[in-house]
């Protein structure tokens, strides 16, 4: 499987600990991902390629998530995002939703839960394609 074949997905947390633990338990299911704990270092490489997947955790250093997820909507409306977060509230739910977020987590979530959304976002893609 080449990485055309493979989807790709980039994950945006401040917190090392979240991408510590999805990375490779993602990686052994095949899929091909980058972690970032900054918000303008993720925006510089989503300029660079696109991801199938993005997966966002809301509040952050710097630019948030939210404002994160509507540049990269902006410029890859296909990618798929999953929104990820300690600060779960209806309104910034409802406020995801609106701009177009595939799905919506809340931590802390185990690891199957995740897989889960990804695989079902993977699903939709494969539809518009």
């Given at each position: 499987?080449n990485?055309?074949?493979?989807?790709?997905?980039?994950i945006?947390?401040?917190?090392?600990?979240?991408?510590?633990?999805?990375?490779?338990?993602?990686?052994?299911?095949?899929?091909?991902?980058?972690?970032?704990?900054?918000?303008?270092?993720?925006?510089?490489?989503?300029?660079?390629?696109?991801?199938?997947?993005?997966?966002?955790?809301?509040?952050?250093?710097?630019?948030?998530?939210?404002?994160?997820?509507?540049?990269?909507?902006?410029?890859?409306?296909?990618?798929?995002?999953?929104?990820?977060?300690?600060?779960?509230?209806?309104?910034?739910?409802?406020?995801?939703?609106?701009?177009?977020?595939?799905?919506?987590?809340?931590?802390?979530?185990?690891?199957?839960?995740?897989?889960?959304?990804?695989?079902?976002?993977?699903?939709?893609?494969?539809?518009?394609?």
């Amino acid at each position: 499987m080449n990485d055309q074949e493979r989807t790709s997905i980039l994950i945006l947390d401040d917190e090392p600990i979240v991408s510590k633990r999805l990375k490779p338990s993602l990686e052994r299911k095949g899929y091909e991902v980058e972690t970032f704990t900054n918000s303008s270092d993720a925006l510089a490489r989503v300029k660079e390629r696109s991801f199938d997947i993005v997966i966002t955790d809301l509040k952050m250093e710097g630019m948030d998530g939210m404002q994160f997820l509507t540049e990269v909507k902006e410029m890859y409306p296909d990618t798929e995002i999953i929104v990820i977060t300690g600060f779960a509230t209806m309104a910034t739910a409802k406020q995801s939703f609106q701009k177009g977020v595939f799905d919506f987590l809340a931590k802390p979530f185990k690891l199957g839960e995740i897989a889960d959304v990804i695989k079902r976002a993977e699903e939709k893609k494969r539809k518009k394609d």
